[in-house]
């Protein structure tokens, strides 16, 4: 029986992938409505992206294959769907991000901010924090641990092994530890009077023998709980640094497509601005919420030695050593070439042009310049293409004829084609064409929800709801989120929320951003579980944690993480986006009551 068990988990997804479509099956046929088999297929996507039967993205195409077929939509509009504005967005800020990645810039910018935080325990992991929510902006999330970890790794393995050379009590290869202050330093006199003892051949004592093997357990369980703290914080702060810019992690994306998709009639109100000014005060929050709970949980509560303050000539000593190890892998970078300036002029020019094109509180440049009736032409995924596009225009290097020194100049160097800042290879191995696929299904189901009627019949099953004040609903589906994207994909879960919160939200007369903005960022709080995002796997790979040690961090960020959500969504964010009315724009003819 145990044999036959273990036949069939092994080959589990073969059995799910052939006997859910058959299960799910009476559903279209004995309720022959569009409703039911827009639902069929709604549900069976869930179910595969949600036990992971086949890749996300291939999951993501049963809507061509089934929309036809049940005469939900027709093919040509069903593929319309896989390549709209945001999945241009998306793919711009990749290849902005990829071109960063590719001259090192992160690295340089990360290497930078630490050797200006310095190595004291408590502002290290708030170094490393901030450096990584930082990038996780603009870059992956899983890119941004795969650098930080290392370099963490490293910085704090120097601080290990500086506590060794640096002891003054040595019993063959052994010392004591007083990395960080974290124990109580024996007094000058006891150092001395055990360095004579050793020095004149004295011979420890079993207690003195046993007394330091305990300081050994005591001084590598410290750096162990120490090593946990920080790659704890770098995951955490990839996740929560990414909710701070609509291109920084794709739940964002997902949103803002959805409500494009369900809202055509929005104005744009989501848009890289209005995003920023909302979700990065919350991501400020959040992460000075984070490092206080990590140092508390990892470090103690004497915040005075966590500091560094009063610390002696030998602990000192230590944090020299480490710091050294920052600024000789800064050094190794040289200074900053030509390449790196470019993609740094590019990058900052993109964040300009994103902000000014439509701010909300002033007329951007977009709404002056190409204006036609009304209507701008110009898009956040305009701006990031036209930057994309100089990458491949741009020379990596200056070119010779431009160069001062003629008489060092070679036949050679004169002829030689100098590389732009990206060639297509580059992008084709580091693109994640499958997010592009997966950000396409869920356009696709969102259209075919609306066009078989499902989100109408949804919202209308939703109207007792409209009893239950709107700040407990919201919180109940963050909680819920939160918890569900511990399991699932991030994107999948708001791919598969995001509608059904939108028709809820219209049923009950309250502006569907109210509910849709906090349940997206809700989905990025996923700290509790190793398989719950890659960063948190990239953490957990380096074996110094436990799932337990990750579980017990995490459960307590995530309700920070809920309530920071909850604060923000109900104060900065009620008046940005004007959450007191029901638009205009989410007014539809299920909706006509709403005024």
Avoid at 182 to 202: A, M, R
Avoid at 377 to 391: G, K, N, P, Q, R
């Amino acid at each position: 029986m145990t044999a036959k068990w273990k036949v069939i988990v092994a080959h589990r997804n073969y059995l799910i992938a052939w006997l859910t479509p058959l299960l799910l099956l009476p559903l279209p046929l004995l309720v022959p409505t569009k409703e039911a088999q827009c639902g069929y297929v709604i549900i069976l996507m869930a179910l595969f992206w949600c036990m992971e039967v086949l890749p996300l993205a291939i999951t993501a195409l049963f809507p061509v294959l089934l929309f036809p077929l049940m005469n939900i939509m027709d093919s040509t509009t069903v593929c319309m769907e896989y390549l709209k504005d945001t999945n241009m967005l998306f793919i711009g800020g990749l290849i902005v991000a990829i071109a960063v990645e590719h001259w090192n810039l992160h690295k340089r910018i990360a290497l930078r901010v630490l050797l200006v935080v310095g190595v004291r325990p408590a502002l290290l992991i708030m170094g490393f924090m901030s450096v990584t929510a930082f990038l996780s902006m603009w870059i992956s999330n899983t890119a941004t641990t795969a650098m930080m970890i290392p370099i963490s790794q490293a910085v704090l393995e120097q601080l290990h092994k500086s506590e060794h050379e640096t002891s003054p009590v040595e019993h063959g290869a052994e010392s004591i530890n007083k990395a960080f202050e974290l124990q109580e330093v024996p007094h000058k006199s006891d150092i001395y009077q055990e360095t004579q003892k050793q020095d004149n051949g004295h011979v420890l004592t079993v207690e003195e023998e046993e007394k330091l093997k305990d300081e050994k357990q005591l001084q590598e369980k410290q750096h162990l709980t120490f090593c946990k703290g920080m790659s704890l914080s770098v995951c955490y702060a990839a996740s929560i640094g990414g909710i701070a810019t609509l291109t920084g992690t794709t739940p964002n994306l997902v949103m803002k497509g959805q409500v494009d998709e369900l809202f055509p009639a929005n104005n744009n109100v989501v848009n890289f601005a209005s995003w920023f000014m909302f979700a990065f005060p919350t991501m400020l929050l959040l992460l000075a919420l984070s490092w206080i709970w990590l140092q508390t949980m990892f470090l103690g509560f004497d915040f005075r030695k966590n500091f560094g303050c009063g610390v002696n000539a030998s602990v000192k000593a230590k944090q020299q050593m480490a710091y050294r190890i920052i600024k000789d892998e800064h050094k190794k970078l040289g200074p900053m070439r030509f390449s790196e300036i470019a993609v740094t002029v590019l990058f900052i020019l993109l964040v300009v042009l994103w902000f000014t094109r439509d701010p909300g509180f002033m007329t951007g440049w977009a709404t002056n310049v190409f204006n036609k009736n009304g209507k701008s032409y110009v898009t956040d995924a305009t701006v990031v293409i036209f930057i994309s596009l100089l990458m491949f225009i741009i020379p990596s290097e200056v070119p010779t004829c431009f160069c001062y020194d003629r008489a060092r100049q070679t036949q050679q160097d004169s002829t030689r084609q100098i590389p732009t800042l990206l060639d297509w290879k580059t992008i084709n191995q580091k693109m994640p064409w499958n997010i592009v696929i997966l950000l396409g299904g869920g356009f696709a189901l969102a259209k075919g929800s609306e066009e078989s009627g499902l989100s109408s019949w949804l919202g209308s099953k939703l109207t007792p709801l409209q009893n239950i004040p709107a700040p407990a609903i919201v919180l109940l589906v963050c909680l819920l989120i939160a918890t569900f994207t511990e399991c699932t994909s991030n994107v999948a879960t708001t791919t598969l929320f995001l509608p059904i919160l939108a028709s809820m939200a219209q049923a009950i007369c309250l502006n569907p951003l109210y509910v849709m903005l906090p349940c997206t960022l809700s989905a990025s709080l996923a700290f509790m579980l190793p398989v719950a995002t890659p960063p948190n796997a990239i953490a957990f790979s380096y074996g110094q944690l436990k799932v337990i040690d990750m579980a017990k961090a995490g459960s307590v960020l995530n309700i920070l993480g809920v309530l920071t959500i909850m604060l923000a969504i109900n104060t900065w964010g009620f008046s940005l986006f004007d959450l007191n009315h029901f638009p205009v724009w989410a007014n539809t003819t299920s909706t006509a009551s709403c005024q």
